[in-house]
């Protein structure tokens, strides 16, 4: 079977994360056939500008960001938190992936899911990425939801996700996604 490409994206630089946990569960609990890749250099991407942009073009941590979207054929984002809304790094990825030319969000089928300590499971985080989307035109799923409420007991000294039902909802928004890009696919 060809192997369908997820493209994970965390967003939280914290060595001890949460979210990065989740992603490399969702990595343990792909099935087959299923290859989920987590992007590893958010932290690289410099501070907006389009001026840069426009000038001297995309810096290569951008450039790297923006040719792993476009090779995905999904992506993945857990998000945690931060003041009602997405950490700063997260938003900043996303502002430079989507400027033209060929924005890599652009049909691209996305799955939320994000881990917090508090209760909502980062709840407003998610929604103010799905409101993102609609400019971006990326195709979210909708089901299953993933909020990892009170996460500081689901993972464990090691950085693993050992709370099994939060494991089976990541393994079955890994396989919605896949099915949700194969169902939309032109």
Excluded: C
Excluded at 3 to 19: T, V
Excluded at 96 to 116: D, H, T
């Amino acid at each position: 079977m060809a192997s369908f490409k997820i493209l994970a994206i965390s967003g939280s630089l914290r060595k001890g994360s949460h979210n990065t946990a989740a992603l490399r569960a969702a990595q343990e609990l792909a099935p087959e056939g299923v290859e989920v890749t987590i992007f590893e250099g958010l932290g690289e991407i410099p501070p907006y500008n389009d001026d840069v942009r426009t000038g001297e073009g995309y810096p290569p941590a951008v450039e790297a960001f923006r040719t792993a979207l476009r090779e995905a054929d999904a992506v993945m984002i857990a998000t945690p938190e931060y003041n009602y809304s997405i950490p700063g790094v997260l938003k900043n990825a996303i502002d430079w992936a989507s400027r033209p030319p060929e924005q890599p969000f652009n049909e691209k089928p996305v799955a939320i899911l994000g881990a917090s300590p508090g209760l909502f499971g980062t709840s407003r985080a998610q929604y103010d990425l799905r409101k993102m989307f609609v400019f971006l035109n990326a195709f979210p799923i909708n089901k299953p939801e993933v909020m990892i409420n009170q996460s500081g007991g689901k993972i464990d000294a090691e950085g693993r996700l050992t709370d099994e039902t939060t494991r089976g909802f990541i393994a079955q928004q890994i396989v919605a996604l896949r099915d949700w890009a194969l169902r939309i696919k032109v």
